[in-house]
Structures are given as C-alpha cells and as structure tokens.
C-alpha cells in the first residue's frame, strides 16, 4: 500500500564507495530485473503451463493493443476513475471530520477508536459483496466502497496530525487574540494538510483494489467489470491484458500525479522537512 | 488538600460530578462510556440499514441465524478447513517474503534487480490472484492456498525490505569490515532490528491474505468459508449471507486484536515506547 509508494525512495544507493559506473551498473541490474521477470513468465508459460492457460508476455502485449486500439481502455477506465474520485472525496468528507473529533477530544478518540480498526481491518470482499446486496450493479457500490475503505486512514491520519501540533503555535495564537477562524485557517488546515494527503497516499492503492474488486462483483462498466467478463469466457489473455493496464495505470497515477501533486502543494516547506 | 481538590486532580481538570445524576454523566463521559456507546450506536446503525433495506437483516435475525447454523454444525469444519488452507498459504508466503526481503536488503544487486517485480506484485489485487489460480488449478485445494501465498508475500517482503534498511548501516559495515561471517550478521544483527517490521508485514499480510482466501474460496471451492457464504448469497439467503460475513469479519478482527497486537507488545515488552517511534 503505502510501502509501494516507499519503494520509490528505498531505490536510492546509499551504500559503498561511489564507483564510476555504479550508476550504469545499477540500470543494467534494473533492466535484467525485467527480463527475468518476463523470461520467466515466457518459461512458466511455455513449460510449467501451457500457452492457453497462461499465455506468454508477446500474447499479452497483442492483446493489450488490441483493447488499446478498439477504444475500450477509456471508457472503462474513465467509468472506474470518476468512481474513486467521487468515493474518495466522500471518504475525504467522512474522514477528516472523524479524524478532526479524534484529534481535539478524547472522549471522541475513545469513541471512534474502534470502528475505525475494525473498519481498517475488514476485508476487502465484505464491501463488494455488501454493496451488491445493497445497491445492485449501479455505480453507487465501487463508490461507497472507496469512501468506507479510505476513510479510516485518512481520519486516523488527521487525528495524528492534530496531536502533533505545536501547542505553543496554539497558545500564542490564543494570546494575540486570533479568532477561532484564524487559528482554523492558519494554523489547523495548514498542519494537519500534509497528514489528509498522507492518509489519501496510504490508502489509494488500496481503494483502487477495492474498486476493482466491487466491479467483479456487480457492475455494469469498469476494469473490474471486464476482469470478470474475460473471466467468464476463460479467456485467461484478457485477464492478464486488463490487469497489466490496471497495475501499470495505478503505478503511473501514484508515482507522477499523486508525488507531483503532493510536492507542488508542499513546495514551501523546506527540503529536510519529513514527508 | 479537601476532597473536591483531590477529585478534580483526579478527573483531569474535568469536575466530578456528585449525586446519582453526576455520576451517571461521568459514567457517560468516560472512555469506557464512549465506546459501550459507540457500540450501541453501531448495532443502531445496522438496525436501521436492515430497516430501509429488505435485503439487509437485522442484527436479531442474524444472530438466530447464527445459532441454527451452529446447530446444523456448518461453522466449525468449514472454518477448520479455511484456516487450513489460509495457514498454508501463509507459510509459504512468510518464508518466502522474508528471504526474499532479507536479500534485497542486503544486496544492492539483488534490491535493483527485484524491486520492480516487487511493486507490481504490490499492485496485483488478491481478485486476479483468486480469479487465475481458479481457471489454473480449478476447484482443489491448490488455488485457495496459492492465492494466499502470493496475495501476502509482497508485503511481507517490502515490510522486511523497509526493515533491513532502517538497520544502522555503521553496524552493518562494521562487521563487514571485521569479517564476522554472513550468517551471524543475519542473525545478531539484522534479524533483531526486522523483528518489528517483519510483524507489520506479517499483520499486513494476514489482513489481505483473509481477503484472498475467502474471495478464491468464493469463485472455485465446494466447502470453506467463503463458499459457505457465496452458497447463502446464491441461495437468496440473506440472513445466511450477512451471517457469514459478520463470521469472517469478527474472526480477522478478534485475530487480530487478540493475538497479534499481544505477541507484538510482548516480543517488544525490553523496548521502552520512546524507541517504537
């Protein structure tokens, strides 16, 4: 989840002596990671299976083309996107009020302090198979399933934010006679943005699983909901075609908009400062 | 000190109340109050859900449910066999993603030649996992077991991987530089700063490895679980179906509450809480 996000920073050499050529060193061992991820893939393929039950990574690609080509891609993964968009800012809208309670009072902290566990440790399927009960095949699902997923993150991510607020920042504030407004505006949504945006990294690649997860289900548009059409006609090459999309399309959005994003809405605080 | 001093250095600067209804108000207010009333609260909730939805039972229906189940004795051996296959997998995945953590942290060649492979693992959702291992190995016990150990290896080993690079590296070149040989580096060294990352990776992988147990038992298996509560959703049986989810959900939950959030504070009961974070 958040650890995919870690790796990013995890690849930075910080050991040994500064060889000239580590870096090119490092780049081919990169490179070779990829071919023997797929010269393996190619080998289960053509020994451990066979091509039909685990086509080689040339078929993949073929049919990843042929759903690029034939428009597909977009529709459905628009459909997906503007529901974890929506679901995410209704997360966003449960969770900081949560988190906020949590933060400034304890008899609130004591109070959520176990629905948000027990909602962080639920599985995955009880949301999509509840929102199937519930809402049928409609969007509404995927979308509640996104909120309810990502918002105990992002509250337990406001109320720590909270907690480590300079108290003396508060004090003064209080001492030079700010209204509440002020204090809200200037020093609360200031500290406690970089932990919404925290909580919102935390649990992305997890509301993106869920999403999907909740289309197999019951949906009637979506990533998932093509996952489980190829499925359904066994044709194991689309389902490996739609998830590469949805795998490569997921590490796209979290490394270049997400970090991007995060790093221009931060772009005022010092470097050293703790992301 | 007069009592109402005392009192209110005892109440945190909140003044106790006196006289049956103060003290019932403090009673509310307390932490304990506030969590019997989140509860109370929660099963409201689900009473009113179950009462705008028709397909959603109440929690009353439910529980009737529950014990007829448990008379017909269908809980325990599909559990007996869930937990089989969920452990299994578990297994592999563990050992699996601590070497596997172990080695990238160790070697840099090893870290750059795996890490990208690591992060799509990360980014496989336990559904294709579930939905490849049935069109694979169909309904035997292989793609049930199997989804678990790959669902959950890649957060052990990143877990693993985080912890290995949090170890103090003056140490790590240290004894390199004096030649204590690899094995006792692991094992003195690296293995007791992991120890904590290995148990969140290990916490994380149990919590998606359920999930994957129970969504590969939903789409290829006649026993277990998760077909147990597919047979329920295909039966139309509501009450049934919500039954087993509140089964699965209190099992993850009170698993993870209490025994792994134990066994973590006791296997860290040396440190002092100022050198957890």
Known sequence: MADAAGMADAAVPRRGLRVPGARWRQAGAVVLGWAVFFGFWEFASQTLFNP?????????????????????????????????????????????????????????????????????????ITYAVLALVIFGIGPEGPLIAVALISMPYIALNVAAGLEGIDSSLMMMSRAFGRSRRDVFRHVLVPSITPFVFAGVRLSFALAWKVEALTEVFGSSSGIGFMIRRSYQLFSVVDVLAWTALFVIFMLLLERFVLLRLERHLFRWRPKEAPS | MSTDAAARLEGAGRPRGTGLLGRIRDALLSNTGARITSYVFGLALWQLLGALYERVPGPVEVVQFLIEEIERGGVWD?????????????????????????????????????????????????????LLTALWFGFAWKAPVLTVALTAMPFIAVNVLQGVEATPRELLRMSKAFGVPVQRRIRQLVLPFVMDYVFTGLRFGIIVGWNGVLLSEWFASTEGVGWRTRYWYDANNFDGFVAWIVLFVGFIVIFDRAVLVPIQARVFRWRTTVAMR
């Open chain 1, 52 to 124: 039909f039950l685990l086509p080689g990574p040339l078929d993949v690609a073929e049919a990843i083309g042929d759903i690029v080509s034939s428009g597909n891609v977009v529709e459905h993964f628009r459909a997906s996107l503007t529901k974890i968009f929506l679901g995410f800012a209704l997360g966003v809208a449960l969770g900081v009020p949560i988190g906020f309670l949590m933060g400034r009072s304890r008899y609130w902290k004591a109070f959520f302090h176990d629905p948000v566990m027990v909602a962080g440790s639920v599985p995955g």
């Open chain 2, 78 to 130: 599909n559990f007996l066999l869930t937990a089989e296959r969920f452990f299994a997998g578990l297994g592999i995945a563990f050992v699996a993603g601590v070497a596997l953590g172990l080695a990238m942290g160790m070697w840099a060649f090893a870290r750059a030649l795996l890490k990208d492979t690591l992060t799509v693992g990360l980014a496989i959702p336990a559904i294709i996992w579930a």
